[in-house]
């Protein structure tokens, strides 16, 4: 079982930069890729990034690419999404989520999430 915790939410200004992180428990983490989510009220969850197990390959959604980074550190256990150019249309939950498959986009296939942490862009 792999337990995911999220942190560095918060409020920021529009343009401003954010970076989050998830730090998984147990000795697994490096046997799964890993995503982040996104929720805002009232709409579907939403795919940002993906990351494979061994950190060298990456995919973006296109709302986010080359104004977000993923990234992780197998040795910590931790997934990071670098946010930058931030716009108030970011406001949402994120989530941290991870899978078996190899760079999944839809939440089906993620099989352990984080509670998730609130980032609001004010304009």
């Known amino acids: 079982q792999v337990q995911l915790v999220e942190s560095g939410g918060g409020l920021v200004q529009a343009g401003g930069s954010l970076r989050l992180s998830c730090t998984a428990s147990g000795r697994t983490f490096s046997s799964y890729d890993m995503g982040w989510f996104r929720q805002a009220p009232g709409k579907e969850r939403e795919f940002l990034a993906a990351i494979s197990r061994d950190e060298y390959h990456t995919y973006y959604a296109d709302s986010v690419k080359g104004r977000f980074t993923i990234s992780r550190d197998n040795a910590k256990n931790t997934v990071y999404l670098q946010m930058n150019s931030l716009k108030p249309e970011d406001t949402a939950v994120y989530y941290c989520?991870?899978?078996?498959?190899?760079?999944?986009?839809?939440?089906?296939?993620?099989?352990?999430w984080g509670q998730g942490t609130q980032v609001t862009v004010s304009s």
């Open positions: 989520a991870a899978t078996t498959y190899t760079l999944a986009r839809i939440p089906t296939a993620y099989v352990h």
